[in-house]
């Protein structure tokens, strides 16, 4: 009996894979076929004379910066949300805050708002202060989506650390800033690092807010840029599963780096506070 569980146990961690891998082996497999092999049939599932043209035309078409442009959004509006988020998370968590449960109250309240809800009023708004179309106005705008959960998780970390640690740091002469820096922030580096990889899997993966607030060529983000890879006659295909590879490796990348601090910011977010 124990056996056939681990029978079943198996076969269905395997569907599993097939069903989550599949379509991204598939895009892989497709970037790698000749234009004329891609609606071959029978299907190929392996491409028989593989070749990087469809790559090579991404960088023809430019999409190098469009990858280059997702990039600095993303790091920009997390070095924000952690330097703004933080500072937040410690005076919420050290100071005597007026109001400080209806201030939570809010982040909470803000983390549960889908973005499209407020896309039109914000478009409206950029708009009428000159910010929409502009480079500056993405990171503002992930910054914004981000910091409420990267206040949340600071905070539950800045609440593990003793109080008394930070005020045996100014007896021994550090400013309260410098006692921070030094004794506070490395005990939260786990909340710090969860927090940067989950704003930089919303921001890189964010295509309505990149779609609706830019749309100069060279403001583009990776997946806006993507949408356009149409011919006249329908989609190049080959081209854009390439791109889909492409804008595939870095959240990978940053997860599987990270996965422990993210993992670790969501249970501790959860239970602490």
């Given at each position: 009996?124990r056996?056939?569980?681990?029978?079943?146990?198996?076969?269905?961690?395997l569907?599993?894979?097939?069903?989550?891998?599949?379509?991204?082996?598939?895009?892989?497999?497709?970037?790698?076929?000749?234009?004329?092999?891609?609606?071959?049939?029978?299907?190929e599932?392996?491409?028989?004379?593989?070749?990087?043209?469809?790559?090579?035309?991404?960088?023809?078409?430019?999409?190098?910066?469009?990858?280059?442009?997702?990039?600095?959004?993303a790091?920009?509006?997390?070095?924000?949300?952690?330097?703004?988020?933080a500072?937040?998370?410690?005076?919420?968590?050290?100071?005597?805050?007026?109001?400080?449960?209806?201030?939570?109250?809010?982040?909470?309240?803000?983390?549960?708002?889908?973005?499209?809800?407020?896309?039109?009023?914000?478009?409206?708004?950029?708009?009428?202060?000159?910010?929409?179309?502009?480079?500056?106005?993405?990171?503002?705008?992930?910054?914004?989506?981000?910091l409420?959960?990267?206040?949340?998780?600071?905070?539950?970390h800045?609440?593990?650390?003793?109080?008394?640690?930070?005020?045996?740091?100014e007896?021994?002469?550090?400013?309260?800033?410098?006692?921070?820096?030094?004794?506070?922030?490395?005990?939260?580096?786990?909340?710090?690092?969860?927090?940067a990889?989950?704003g930089?899997?919303?921001?890189?993966?964010?295509?309505?807010?990149?779609?609706?607030?830019?749309?100069?060529?060279?403001?583009?983000?990776?997946?806006?840029?993507?949408?356009?890879?149409?011919?006249?006659?329908?989609?190049?295909?080959?081209?854009?599963?390439?791109?889909?590879?492409?804008?595939?490796?870095?959240?990978?990348?940053?997860?599987?780096l990270?996965?422990?601090?993210?993992?670790?910011?969501?249970?501790?977010?959860?239970?602490?506070?």
């Amino acid at each position: 009996m124990r056996t056939l569980s681990r029978i079943a146990l198996v076969l269905a961690c395997l569907l599993a894979g097939i069903v989550a891998l599949g379509p991204i082996l598939w895009a892989a497999s497709t970037s790698f076929k000749s234009a004329n092999r891609i609606f071959a049939v029978p299907p190929e599932l392996l491409p028989r004379s593989p070749t990087l043209a469809h790559y090579a035309n991404l960088i023809a078409e430019g999409v190098h910066w469009a990858f280059l442009n997702s990039f600095a959004y993303a790091a920009v509006a997390v070095l924000a949300a952690l330097l703004f988020g933080a500072t937040a998370g410690y005076a919420l968590m050290r100071y005597p805050v007026a109001g400080r449960p209806a201030v939570l109250l809010v982040f909470l309240a803000t983390m549960a708002v889908p973005g499209f809800a407020v896309l039109l009023p914000t478009q409206m708004l950029a708009a009428g202060i000159g910010l929409q179309n502009t480079w500056a106005i993405l990171p503002i705008l992930y910054a914004g989506h981000i910091l409420p959960f990267t206040v949340w998780v600071t905070r539950s970390h800045f609440a593990t650390v003793p109080r008394e640690l930070e005020q045996a740091a100014e007896i021994d002469g550090y400013s309260r800033a410098e006692a921070v820096w030094r004794i506070v922030l490395p005990g939260a580096k786990p909340a710090l690092l969860a927090a940067a990889t989950f704003g930089f899997l919303h921001c890189w993966n964010d295509y309505v807010t990149g779609s609706t607030m830019v749309d100069a060529p060279e403001l583009r983000t990776l997946q806006v840029a993507l949408i356009f890879f149409q011919g006249f006659h329908g989609r190049d295909w080959g081209s854009l599963m390439a791109g889909v590879i492409i804008a595939t490796i870095p959240p990978v990348v940053v997860f599987l780096l990270f996965r422990k601090f993210l993992i670790g910011g969501f249970a501790d977010g959860s239970v602490k506070g």
